[in-house]
């Protein structure tokens, strides 16, 4: 443990820490952009400099290690103003067409910008400076125009996904993320995850499935169905329809990172085509005898048709089913395929029903792949 002092208040931390990590256990906020826990540190943007005794310039605490007897100042006049011009900076090289129509991002960079008392239309520069949209990627939208050149996109898909797609070209005013050598995001082998969009504090990425949907009215912690990790995500939900997922570091399993399933994958919720009652072929509900294939083509084409009706007839005839097949060919020649959609309680009594109701060890699950 090392002893410093944050503000004049002497507090003791583990010396592995970095000053900016000390402020936060203190309670102390510092401003940051290219910071991010999840990552490792990069100290690029310089807004979470503080002053501290003996240094000559600033010093950027996400990168500067505690040291014993250290005293910071991190929200000194001068810091303060420093702080402002290196906003107003990246707002000189920042354009948000959205913004000019009236749809203000709440982004961790316009937090700052705020904060910071800046008039974002008079700051940002007047003509974009990329395409908008510029990548293909069916799920990720691309922006250079608000990118700060925080390269948290580049360690995101680095470190927490272990694609390596992005990295940083040109130098100085031209600085901007590429996808591999400056081809798109699916040719780089991108996954589609959206960590990137995830880890990005300015919207220069963002969820295309989500652009224009506005603010939800409220968010629903939720775990996804689709395999047996048991990621939690937040379902962000407007008019009672699912407008975005958001992964959040409160999920025990998987933190701020999730798959392209669980982002992107909740389309099907509100699909006109979801099937939402059950369904049996014609030719079972009335009682009649399977069609044969050639009458399949023909008269009785009909008879093949799905049609909705109640639980009890669906289960009935499903039952009844079952028990046809057992009594003909032996309980073995059926089984029973569950889904991680079902909850463990509901996939618990599949295994019941399969193993001790049919009499068959054929039993598997989408989630054991
Ligand atoms: S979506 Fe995922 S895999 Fe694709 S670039 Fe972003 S972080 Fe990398
Ligand atoms: S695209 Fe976003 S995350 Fe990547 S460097 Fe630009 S601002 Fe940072
Ligand atoms: S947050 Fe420390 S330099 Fe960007």
Redesign the pocket.
Known sequence: MVNLKINGNLIHVPEDMTV?EAATLAGVTIP????HPDLHP???????VVDVKGYRTPM????LAVSEDMEVNTHSPEIEKSRKIILELFMSNYHDDGYENGQKQKTQFMHWVDHYGLDVKASMSTKPQYPVNSDANPFVFVDLNKCIQCTRCVRACTDIQGRFVWSMAERGIDTHPVAGANTDMLDARCESCGACVAYCPTGALDNKMSMGAGVPDKVVMTTCTYCGVGCQFELNIKANKIIRVTSTEKAPVNGNHLCVKGRYGYDFVHHPERISKPRVRRYLLEGKKKPVVSEQLTMNMGQWDWVETDWETALDITSQKILDIKSQFGANRIGVLTSAKCTNEENYLMNKLARQAIGTNNIDHCARL
Not at 32 to 35: A, K
Not at 42 to 48: D, F, I, K, P, T
């Open positions: 900016l940051t952009l290219c910071d990069y100290g690029g943007c310089r807004l979470c950027a605490s996400c990168t």
